[in-house]
Nanobody
């Protein structure tokens, strides 16, 4: 069983930066890929960014491309999301997720494990 714990959320002004972390714990951590999703009040959960765990290939939603960077530290079993040039529309609860198999990375239902989420609020 894999447990995912996010941290690093908070309140920031527009144009600012935050770095989210997602620590994975398991006796043997081996997944195909990990991603970040977010969910704003009254909206559906949406894909933000993905990384394949072993190779490190990355994918981004158009809305965050050029502003957010996803990365992972294999030795620490930790996923990161560096968020720069934040906008009020980035305000949401951010979730990390892990999946054991390849697939359409932007689809939430293929993921096997989810964290509890961390709140990011961007003020204007």
């Amino acid at each position: 069983q894999v447990q995912l714990v996010e941290s690093g959320g908070g309140l920031v002004q527009a144009g600012g930066s935050l770095r989210l972390s997602c620590a994975a714990s398991a006796r043997t951590f081996s997944v195909y890929g990990m991603s970040w999703f977010r969910q704003a009040p009254g909206k559906e959960r949406e894909f933000v960014a993905a990384v394949t765990w072993s190779i490190g290939s990355t994918y981004y939603a158009d809305s965050v491309k050029g502003r957010f960077t996803i990365s992972r530290d294999i030795a620490k079993n930790t996923l990161y999301l560096q968020m720069n040039s934040l906008k009020p529309e980035d305000t949401a609860v951010y979730y990390c997720a892990a999946r054991n198999t390849p697939g359409t990375f932007a689809v939430a239902y293929i993921y096997d494990y989810w964290g509890q989420g961390t709140q990011v609020t961007v003020s204007s």
